[in-house]
């Protein structure tokens, strides 16, 4: 069983994994979807607006704050192991710095900064749109449910 100190640090990692996995969720579920009904240079200059404001301290206290937890939890999980309870920290902790933090860092960032440089009312601004719209999308996806699945193995990593 995790106690302690372990305990606060996995209780905070599951919080910030289901925040973040949530955050994503809306923008998977309706966001994306409500910017692609908007005429493509105003759906661009809505995701530009909205990229600049992700990179505030509200988002970013979660976003790195939850990265700095899983590395904490997974780390104490290896030295002070509690067998399935640790296995279940590491899988959470892999599942968000993978599937959370890796994949934003490498994937959607450059998009973002991509997104940033086009005017959205050129054509190619709205071709990029149009791509943009799709991939990031997909892959967004992927964040949420990775941020999901994390929450839910610290959760399991509790019980266990």
């Known amino acids: 069983m995790i106690d302690g100190g372990l305990r606060i640090a996995v209780v ?3 919080l910030g994994s289901c925040l973040m996995g949530g955050a994503f969720y809306a923008f998977s579920s309706f966001v994306m979807a409500g910017l692609r009904r908007l005429p493509e240079r105003e759906g661009a200059a809505a995701m530009q607006s909205i990229n600049v404001t992700a990179v505030t301290p509200p988002f970013m206290a979660g976003f ?15 030295v002070d192991w509690r067998g399935a309870a640790s296995v279940w920290v590491l899988v ?3 599942l ?3 599937g959370d933090f ?3 860092a490498a994937y959607h960032v450059p998009r973002n900064d991509r997104l940033a440089t086009v005017d959205p009312s050129t054509a190619e601004g709205a071709g990029y749109w149009k791509t943009y719209l799709n991939e990031w999308t997909r892959w967004n996806h992927v964040r949420a449910v990775a941020g999901l699945a994390a929450a839910a193995s610290f959760t399991l990593a509790l019980v266990v």
């Open 96 to 98: 968000y710095l993978l």
């Open 64 to 78: 790195m704050g939850t990265t700095g937890l899983c590395v904490v939890a997974g780390v104490w999980s290896i």
């Open 12 to 14: 905070l990692a599951a």
């Open 92 to 94: 959470g902790a892999g």
């Open 102 to 104: 890796l994949l934003t």
